[in-house]
């Protein structure tokens, strides 16, 4: 059974830093793509960064660049998230996601990206 499982959300002021992780785990990654969306109440679930198998192409929307990273590591199946300079507006439940078509087929769609995380709330206070 396939899971991602994503860590490190919680409660920050803005100006701070989190850093979330999602771990794969049930089946091999290799070729993989990974992405890591962002839900906020009332609103779309759009794609905040993505990063190829190889690290070689990431993806930022324009509201994270600057802010945030995205990285991985293959030999743990894990992807990160390092969030700095947060604002109450990044507040949301953030998702990882997995896609082997993302960066073939494009980046921001839901529907290049197979697998999906439960999600970990954010919570930027002012």
């Known amino acids: 059974q396939v899971q991602l499982v994503e860590s490190g959300g919680g409660l920050v002021q803005a100006g701070g830093s989190l850093r979330l992780s999602c771990a794969a785990s049930g089946r091999t990654f290799s070729g993989y793509a990974m992405g890591w969306f962002r839900q906020a109440p009332g609103k779309d679930r759009d794609l905040i960064a993505a990063i190829s198998w190889s690290a070689i192409s990431t993806y930022y929307a324009d509201s994270v660049k600057g802010r945030f990273t995205i990285s991985r590591d293959n030999a743990k199946n894990t992807v990160y998230l390092q969030m700095n300079s947060l604002k109450p507006e990044d507040t949301a439940i953030y998702y990882c996601?997995?896609?082997?078509?993302?960066?073939?087929?494009?980046?921001?769609?839901?529907?290049?990206?197979?697998?999906w995380g439960q999600g970990t709330q954010v919570t930027v206070s002012s």
């Open positions: 996601a997995a896609g082997f078509k993302a960066f073939r087929a494009g980046v921001t769609g839901r529907d290049v990206y197979e697998y």
